[in-house]
């Protein structure tokens, strides 16, 4: 009913930036919260940053004054933008999505991950 498409994760440098984005598209009749999990190799995965339908936003303490996200409600679109990367950001980057869908009930929805490495 609902996809969920990442753009390509990369191999950055320890200082650099990178910008993730995901595309929802199928049945949607509303997206109300968006956000981007990270999960690296041997760790759970865990919550990076939520965004709500009205812009409200929410980060783990690790990124903090480090990522951004934003979304644009008319493509249906999330950002991370992701400056000062350091190596301990490396983990394979999963957005997420709560949508209301045509039929009426709300599901969540996962993108296929992407990965980021952030290495010299």
């Known amino acids: 009913q609902v996809q969920l498409v990442e753009s390509w994760g990369a191999l950055v440098q320890p200082g650099g930036s990178l910008r993730l984005s995901c595309a929802a598209s199928?049945?949607?009749?509303?997206?109300?919260?968006m956000g981007w999990y990270r999960q690296a190799p041997g760790k759970e995965c865990e919550l990076v940053a939520a965004?709500?339908?009205?812009?409200?936003?929410n980060y783990a303490d690790s990124v903090k004054g480090r990522f951004t996200i934003s979304r644009d409600n008319a493509k249906n679109t999330v950002y991370l933008q992701m400056n000062s990367l350091e190596p301990e950001d490396t983990a394979v980057y999963y957005c997420?999505?709560?949508?209301?869908?045509?039929?009426?009930?709300?599901?969540?929805?996962w993108g296929q991950g992407t990965q980021v490495t952030v290495s010299s």
């Open positions: 965004i709500t339908r009205d812009g409200s936003t």
């Open positions: 997420h999505a709560n949508v209301r869908v045509l039929a009426g009930k709300t599901v969540g929805s």
């Open positions: 199928g049945s949607i009749f509303s997206i109300y919260t």
